[in-house]
Each structure stands twice: as C-alpha cells, then as structure tokens.
C-alpha cells in the first residue's frame, strides 16, 4: 500500500505520534513524517463515513479531497444549510461535525444537541487559534459564555454590513452611522434594487440597528416598531430574499445593494471580475456601529457516529495551508493566526474584515433563549407572510 506523507509542524509533532502509528520520519529539515494510517491485515483502508453539515459554498472545492488523501480511512458525506434556522430542525438526523454560528452554538449547547470536544486531539487548533476568541463574549450569559469553546472551535467569521454599488447608490466617504447606511434598504427609490436575507436574525437585526436599538431587543415596542418597518419594505420595495443567490444578483448588476456577510463582498468582487464587469460595478460594503458581528464554529453533535475521525477534521482545518484556502475561497475571516499571516496584506488590514478591538467593542453578538427564539420566529413569519 501507498504510503501517505503529511506535514505536520514540530509543536503538533509530539500529539501525532501519540496518535498514530508513526512508520518512520524523513528528512526535509525534520518537518514531516511517514504514517501508516488505519489499515487492514491484507492492506486494505477500512473506510468510515464521515459526515459534515455546513454552509453552502463554505469551503475550498478541494479541502474534502484533500482530507481524504491524508485520512484514506474517511469516506466524507458533505451535506450543507443556508441558515442557521434551517439547519436546526435537521439535527435529529446524524452528522458528526456541523458549522452553526455561535448563538446557535449557545442554544445547542443549553439543549445538550452538541457534545464536549477533546481539544487534546486537537494540537493544530489549539497552535493555531487565535487567541481573542479566548476572551470575547458569545451570550449574555456569562457561564454559557465561557463554556463555548468547550463545545466548539471557530471556523470563519464576519461583520454584517451593506454592500452597494457606487455607480448607483451614495453614501457619505467614511460613515458608520446606522440611519444613514440602512436607509438605503429602506428608501423607497431603490425599490426592486434591495437584498435581503432570508434569515431572521440578520433581517430583524438590520431594521433593530438601523432604529437605533439592540440586536437582542426583547422590548415589544421596540420589535413591533422593527416589524412594522420589515413589512413596509416588504410592500413598498419588493426586496429580493435569500442568501447564496444574493452574490449573484449583486455581481450580475441586478441588485444595487445588500446586506452582507462581509466574508460576500470578497466574493462578489471576485464573481464581477470574473464576469469582466469591473468597470460596470464599483462594489463596496460599509460596516454600521452596532451591527453584528458573528463566528461560525466546528461542532460535534451529541448523536454523532464518528467522533474521533470528527476531531480529525476539525484539526485538519486548522492546518495553516488548508485554513487559508478556505478563507480565500469562501472570502470570510480566519481565526487562524498562521492563515492570516499568509494573507493579501489588503485584506489582512482591512478592518471590516477583520476589526480593530475598537471596533469590536462596537458591534454585538446575537443572544439566543427560548424565549428570544420564539418571538424572533414569530416576527419574521409575520414579515413572511405579509402581502
């Protein structure tokens, strides 16, 4: 049988060893090593399913391929989800790593949906991440808070903002104010022009932030005043819902502007140029004070089959290499110090990508409860249903 050669670095050597069977090591300045992987008496890999539930176009077109020549033991079932919301009720059936953002993350963890992880398998994660997902705050709880990353390790992550063509929208140069960027979705002389998200969260969290009020409103005069601004739009200015598919209305010219994922704006930029309308298209996302900002993260549910080959994935994603292929395809922010390092300086220091800690302080994260999830649900079924 071929034998597979993988890199591994010199502080995730020792963790390797202790989890394979270490054939022999090579030379090439001491940085890889020979592994004989699981194998049958007569030489054969003993393939196990390995099933992952993530995000729609969330993920380099070659990272599976490439998990599956360094494990050969893997055969992986890729299953994707365009929200989080959507996602959820799908839980009962068995994947072993799911991607949800990390209020999802915070309910699923208060409805023991997701299990403990090992982080002693994971030595690449735990070299890599970076270290101010240590510290930031994911619930308004603050036990629930420190226990995330107990269940879940950050994958990508992102600002919620707008994204516009300036050949037909104008925004004052260097503004952050809600009213004025938000307007936008709302003013009826863009009407056909407007994307929006067909997630509850985002869509409500826009009309909240551009209001004036938190995120995470529970004030019923507040979600009312909210609601009756998302039915307005709705009516008045026929917004085109969804979410993959906005990129496209947005690179193609038919939309004027969104709201963005900010990780979408590198991938609008990337779709206009590939389409060569560059000079049709001058694209840019702007980030309101008090918007969101969101961290989708590797899980393992409670009722998964593969839980050692699952923290094998989890760990290979955090492989420098395979973390910037990722970023850079999917367009979103890496929590992965190494990744980062090797980005376009461009974006690296672009602080809507990746914001300053004064900027952070600025935006929120979606709470999530019972209680908040019901009303929330309710709020956009009404947006939904309305004529």
Not at 81 to 96: A, G, H, S, V
Not at 198 to 222: K, P, T
Not at 273 to 279: A, Q, S, V, W
């Amino acid at each position: 049988m071929k034998k597979l050669v993988r890199k591994i670095t010199a502080g995730a050597l020792l963790a390797t060893v202790a989890a394979f069977n270490v054939v022999a090591v090579t030379g090439c300045g001491g940085d890889s090593v020979v592994i004989d992987d699981s194998v049958t008496e007569g030489g054969d890999v003993v393939k196990q399913d390995l099933i992952i539930y993530n995000w729609g176009e969330y993920i380099a077109e070659d990272t599976i391929e490439r998990f599956e020549e360094v494990y050969p033991e893997y055969n992986v079932i890729y299953r994707t989800f365009e929200t989080n919301e959507t996602m959820y009720p799908t839980l009962d059936n068995t994947y072993d790593v799911i991607v949800p953002s990390e209020y999802m993350v915070c309910r699923l963890i208060n409805e023991e949906k997701i299990q403990p992880l090992d982080w002693s398998l994971l030595p690449t994660a735990s070299q890599y991440m970076d270290p101010m997902f240590r510290d930031l705050r994911y619930a308004e709880d603050d036990a629930l808070s420190n226990s995330v990353l107990d269940y879940a390790v950050p994958y990508l992550y992102c600002t919620v903002g707008l994204v516009y063509d300036a050949n037909k929208i104008t925004i004052p140069e260097g503004t952050t104010d809600p009213q004025v960027i938000w307007d936008i979705v709302f003013d009826q002389a863009n009407a056909g022009q407007i994307g929006m998200y067909d997630s509850m969260r985002e869509s409500i969290g826009v009309a909240l932030n551009y209001l004036g009020y938190s995120l995470n409103s529970m004030d019923e005069s507040q979600l009312n005043e909210a609601l009756q601004l998302l039915i307005s739009q709705k009516e008045n200015l026929n917004p085109a819902y969804g979410v993959d598919n906005l990129k496209d209305k947005m690179a193609s010219g038919e939309l004027a502007a969104s709201i963005a994922w900010s990780g979408d704006h590198i991938v609008m930029l990337d779709r206009i140029e590939e389409l060569g309308k560059e000079d049709e298209i001058d694209l840019r996302f702007v980030l309101p004070e008090n918007s969101n900002w969101s961290v989708d993260m590797m899980c393992i549910p409670t009722n998964a089959a593969n839980v050692e080959g699952a923290h094998k994935f989890i760990d290979f994603m955090y492989d420098p290499d395979i973390a910037l292929a990722n970023c850079e395809y999917v367009g979103y922010s890496t929590p992965n110090t190494a990744a980062k390092a090797m980005l376009d300086p461009e974006v690296a220091n672009n602080v809507y990508y990746y914001p300053t800690a004064e900027i952070f302080s600025t935006l929120e994260v979606y709470f999530t409860s019972s209680v908040i999830e019901e009303r929330y649900t309710e709020l956009w079924n009404t947006v939904k249903a309305s004529a």
